[in-house]
């Protein structure tokens, strides 16, 4: 087993970041023992990995970071940097490394604030590792500043830095960042390709696996966890119960109103577990003493933690919501597929009775309509539109098809 591994469906670009992980391995051998370095070498100090959701971008980045950071002796006898199981590997890929910092979006933006520490850690060596690894998950949540932050930095890097940017789309980064870095274009991986993953991964049940990979159409992360979670497979099967709910306008209402709730249900829990912990660590780094009470000078502190955390119980409601969104984008498309008399690639198989039943009470153009509400609903949430507001719109919509 490599770092590669997880990487479902994704060879090609594999073997691009492998073959470029074996020649940054020898540019960081050739500097140990003051050596020219390799005439040719295909590492370079920038990356851009985009796909769309679910095709694992975050996973190959953070697969890369652990190949740069491999420090298995098989390595220096001239094995593939990237085995997965030393000290270096298994740092970065849990997120322990010292010299890989991840960036991710609390809120609904990479606020120039957040990136401050990390753009000026970028020009600093390696402390333990063998690179100085900055992986950013949502680049395309840069704003303005926090974005010019970035492409200072990217203009001018350190010699051993790496940036790993990551965004649905290469237009979701701004021109002068994206010209400074090797672009890397995942694809959606075959519903085959992910229950084969989650069956030899996880262990589940092929069935299991398949229905789950086909429900989330390739996407990763959602076909483990609906397969592993019981909890997301509830959720899922209210989310396509609601087409059937929305005949009237309390029914419209109500709908909408346990689709917030839920959303907001998931983020507290979240919430809870992450926040409480936080707090924790930061009162004790701020020496607080017996009972919880902090030395003079530290509220500041602690308020700026709250602040972010508040931000990030916002954006966790809005993804929940968004996946809820998601899974009923796919029911309607599924709709369409059989009003068109394909039944080609069902992805919710699992609740056909309902599919039927609004494939014969509607047309083409209404489920069309359906779809755009939808997509009118998470652009609006986007646009940090009050959820109950954006979703209530759209399930309105959804009954009048």
């Known amino acids: 087993m490599t770092v590669w591994d997880d990487l479902v469906g994704q060879e090609r ?3 691009q970041l492998d073959a470029a ?7 960081v051998t050739a500097a140990a023992v003051s050596a020219p370095p390799p005439e040719a070498s295909r590492m370079t100090h920038a990356w851009l990995f985009t796909g769309p959701p679910g095709a694992g971008r975050t996973q ?37 490394h010292a010299d890989v910092t991840t960036v ?16 000026r850690k970028s020009f600093t060596s390696p ?18 500043k926090s974005a010019n932050a970035v492409l200072k930095a990217v203009e ?4 051993r830095t790496v940036w790993l940017l990551c965004a649905p789309s290469i237009e979701d980064v701004l021109p002068t960042i994206r010209s400074r870095c090797r672009h890397l274009n995942l694809c959606t991986p075959s519903v085959e390709a992910v229950a084969d993953m989650l069956v030899r991964r996880e262990g589940i049940e092929p069935d299991v696996a398949l229905a789950a990979a086909r429900a989330t159409q390739g996407h990763v992360d959602r076909a483990r966890r609906l397969a592993t979670d019981p909890a997301a497979r509830r959720r899922r099967a209210a989310v396509l119960k609601l087409p059937l709910r929305v005949e009237d306008v309390g029914g419209c209402l109500k709908a909408a109103q346990e689709l917030v709730d839920a959303a907001s249900e998931d983020a507290k829990v979240l919430a809870e577990e992450m926040d409480t912990k936080e707090t924790e660590e930061l009162k004790a780094a701020l020496g607080a003493a017996q009972g919880g009470r902090l030395p003079r000078g530290t509220a500041g502190v602690m308020k700026d933690l709250e602040d972010k955390q508040k931000r990030r119980r916002t954006r966790t409601q809005r993804d929940s919501l968004d996946l809820a969104l998601t899974d009923l984008t796919a029911f309607y498309r ?20 309902a599919l039927e039943r609004i494939a014969r009470g509607s047309s083409p153009e209404s489920t069309l309509r359906r779809i755009e509400a939808i997509g009118a609903c998470r652009d609006a949430l986007d646009r940090n539109v009050a959820p109950l507001l954006a979703v209530e719109a759209m399930t309105m919509t959804l009954r009048a098809g």
């Open 13 to 15: 670009v594999s073997g």
């Open 21 to 27: 992980a074996r020649d940054a391995d020898a540019l």
């Open 60 to 96: 190959a980045a953070r697969a890369f970071a652990a190949a740069l950071q491999c420090v298995s002796p098989d390595r220096a006898l001239g094995g593939t940097p990237g085995c997965g199981f030393c000290d270096g590997c298994h740092t970065a890929l849990v997120g322990t």
């Open 104 to 119: 991710a979006a609390v809120g609904t933006q990479i606020l120039a604030e957040d990136m401050r520490d990390t753009v």
């Open 127 to 144: 402390a333990n590792g063998r690179w100085q690894v900055i992986l950013v998950e949502d680049a395309e949540r840069l704003n303005e």
């Open 156 to 159: 001018e890097p350190a010699p």
């Open 334 to 353: 599924d709709v369409l597929a059989l009003q068109f008399g394909s039944r080609v690639a069902i992805a919710n198989a699992d609740a056909e009775d």
